[in-house]
């Protein structure tokens, strides 16, 4: 069997720990591994960067709720994901079809109504917001909590900072599942935050500092975003970054900050005004230098595999759309035939189908580059099927 005709396993076979180390795994992606991530084939090249997929704290959060599911509830009890473990569906269906279920937003807003004392609650990888955490305790459930020790020393330098009067300026996107938690944190400590989604946004927020903007268009800044009225509280300012932003984008951002705020206030002091952390993990950095490195080498076209919600792998495909035709895509089923590819047009963010996604040009050289939250056996499976393209098998 390849790849591409797996299906995430039955609960049985889960339960049973399966026949490889990892449900995850994919064949392929380690047989390429052994070819110097190289797939050579008549009709060109399949080549993959020399960082991707599951980061560390991806692969202890899967063994962990592994661990606790095989491992069984209470008599009677269950298991449920206070939303998606990962931004992958294909890891959420692997757990759902493992008897785990999974409250969605509106649920977590009556979670006494779904939990009871003799359930396991999974608290996902970046976190839950901290009143509902609170509820969460408050229930007297067990309780495996997942969240990635990078997300956790994101949150004690932003807390960290706020205690200290810092007002916190957030650059990640406003309804991302991390950034919704950092802000829940800071609202609990009656701090304020600031989110900021771009450098267009960033620069929007420094020409107000630097009073080249009037302090009045602060109001421009959607509620969702803020929970500051004017420019005031960010004149002592905390900066932390989602940890899967672009690396490169939010030092340009630190840049712009420190230009802003010695304009303003002069070099002397800045120490004691400005904060900025490196908030960006270390995982998130290699994939898009990574990335960037493979791209740099020439290919005709890149797929990116990974859950459309997945902000890692969304920056991976706007690095990569810098060199080449470049294609996001979720699963191998997306690849409809050579001339047909289905992908998300994340403007209007419906589905929307590229055709002549594949170069005629032979011998052809494909990238694949994967997020942190993009299980090995979803890449395996779209690398069995564009080797198809290429026709034929390994030579
Ligand atoms: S991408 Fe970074 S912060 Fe997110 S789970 Fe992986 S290591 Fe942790």
Redesign the pocket.
């Known amino acids: 069997m390849t790849d591409s005709e797996h299906q995430p396993p039955s609960p049985d076979r889960y339960r049973q720990g399966g026949d490889r180390t990892s449900p995850f795994s994919s064949t392929t992606v380690d047989r390429m591994g052994d070819s110097g991530n190289v797939w050579n084939l008549h009709g060109g090249q399949i080549v993959l960067p020399r960082v991707f997929g599951?980061?560390?704290?991806?692969k202890?959060?899967l063994v962990v709720v592994e661990e606790a599911v095989a491992g069984g509830g209470k008599s009677g009890g269950r298991f449920f994901l206070l939303g998606q473990i990962?931004h992958n569906p294909w890891v959420n269906e692997h757990f759902r079809q493992a008897g785990v279920r999974m409250l969605s937003g509106e649920q977590l807003a009556e979670l006494e109504k779904h939990i009871g004392t003799d359930d396991c609650a999974i608290i996902p990888?970046?976190g839950l917001p901290l009143p509902v955490e609170r509820r969460l305790r408050a229930i007297g459930c067990r309780i495996v909590d997942t969240t990635?020790?990078?997300?956790r020393r994101?949150w004690a330098w932003a807390e960290k900072a706020c205690r200290r009067g810092f007002a916190v300026l957030i650059f990640g996107r406003a309804g991302h599942d991390?950034t919704v938690v950092t802000r829940s944190r800071l609202e609990d400590l009656g701090g304020k935050y600031l989110i900021v989604g771009d450098l267009e946004q960033a620069g929007h927020f420094c020409r107000i500092v630097e009073g080249t903007s009037p302090d009045e268009k602060f109001a421009q800044f959607l509620p969702q975003a803020t929970n500051a009225e004017s420019i005031e509280p960010f004149l002592r300012l905390a900066q932390v970054s989602q940890?899967?932003m672009l690396h490169g984008e939010t030092i340009k951002l630190r840049g712009m900050l420190e230009e802003s705020f010695t304009r303003r206030f002069g070099a002397s002091g800045l120490s004691d005004r400005l904060l900025l952390y490196p908030t960006v993990?270390?995982?998130?950095q290699d994939?898009q230098t990574a990335a960037v490195e493979l791209c740099r080498t020439g290919c005709d076209v890149v797929i990116v595999v990974g859950g459309f919600g997945s902000s890692?792998t969304r920056h991976l495909y706007e690095l990569a759309g810098g060199f080449c035709p470049t294609y996001f895509i979720e699963d191998s089923a997306a690849i409809r035939s050579r001339d047909e590819l289905l992908t998300m047009d994340f403007a209007t963010g419906a589905s929307a189908v590229v055709r002549h996604w594949l170069p005629a040009r032979r011998p052809v050289r494909i990238g694949v580059l994967a997020?942190?939250?993009s299980p090995e056996i979803v890449v395996g499976a779209v690398l069995d099927r564009l080797a198809e393209f290429l026709a034929c098998g390994r030579e």
């Open positions: 599951f980061c560390r704290g991806v202890r959060a990962i990888a970046f990635c020790t990078d997300v994101l991390e940890t899967t993990c270390r995982a998130t994939r890692n997020g942190a939250s």
